[in-house]
């Protein structure tokens, strides 16, 4: 797998939405997108609020962007962290990436082989906090199916 | 028009409208972006082929989004900023960025009912357009005679 096309972005969408309907129960927007970070395709589940497209796109594109979860930077922006040790938090990475930057959890990228990012999932509309179910959940599910 | 029948976009609807305009893009040597938005602009799935552009991503959503919100083929749109009509002043009004003339972009109606949009982007305008037609003649009798 050297490059995500149309047909492996909707392999991962039609699993990541069967997760998020059977099991968290939660309608939810999923996008992939590819290694430019640019989307490749975005499904907003029946019943899921209209700005969620928006925001898989973004947590997609921060995925690609810095070659890791979301749930990674996401705690450079937890407010716990600060002060605890110097250079242990990036608050100033608020407002970055012409607005596009979206440090929630639920963006995964997509690796291959050689261990190089050729994309990214993400997800928005699960709410966290209720164990296993969360976005980052449902776009691990669009992960998976990728080597099923 | 039949009350017990599609009346508004769902996930199914946009997935089987995208899958009849990727194939039909493809019969035509094509690669191109294709949104679906429900009857308020807001996008529902988005599918950009293998070898489309990055922007046109976009511009299909931008397509879409004009020809739901106006009721009318976004090509349409300009007759409002024609000088000797007395819609002039649209011009300074483009408020949102999303306003798009560029034809492409048609709504998904069932009768009189605006069910959402389909927005194309590919090489020219005139095959947007031509392949959108396609794929409503195609998706009406889905649209007219399939059951919620």
Known sequence: MEELTLELALKMLEAAERWAKDIAAFSCSIAVVDKAGAVIAVHRMDGAAMATTDIAIEKAWTAVAFKMPTLMGSRWLDPRNMGKLIGDHAMGMIGRGKGRLCFIPGGIPITNEENEVIGAIGCSGVPSGVGDISDTSVSQAGVTALYE | ?148
């Open chain 2, 1 to 148: 028009m039949k009350e017990d029948h599609i009346m508004e976009m769902n996930l199914k609807l946009a997935k089987s409208t995208l899958s009849t305009a990727v194939s039909k893009a493809r019969e035509m040597g094509r690669s191109c972006s294709i949104a679906i938005v429900d009857d308020n602009g807001w996008l529902v799935a988005l599918h950009r082929m293998d070898g489309a552009p990055i922007p046109t991503a976009e511009i299909a959503r931008d397509k879409a989004w004009t020809a739901a919100v106006f009721r009318l083929p976004s090509s349409e749109v300009c007759r409002f900023g024609d000088p000797r009509a007395s819609g002039l002043g649209f011009n300074v009004q483009n408020w949102n960025d999303r306003l798009t003339t560029i034809p492409g972009g048609l709504p998904i109606r069932n009768g009189d009912h605006l069910i959402g949009a389909i927005g194309v982007c590919s090489e020219t305008p005139e095959e947007d357009v031509i392949l959108c037609q396609k794929v409503i003649e195609e998706m009406s009798s889905m649209i007219e005679n399939t059951q919620i």
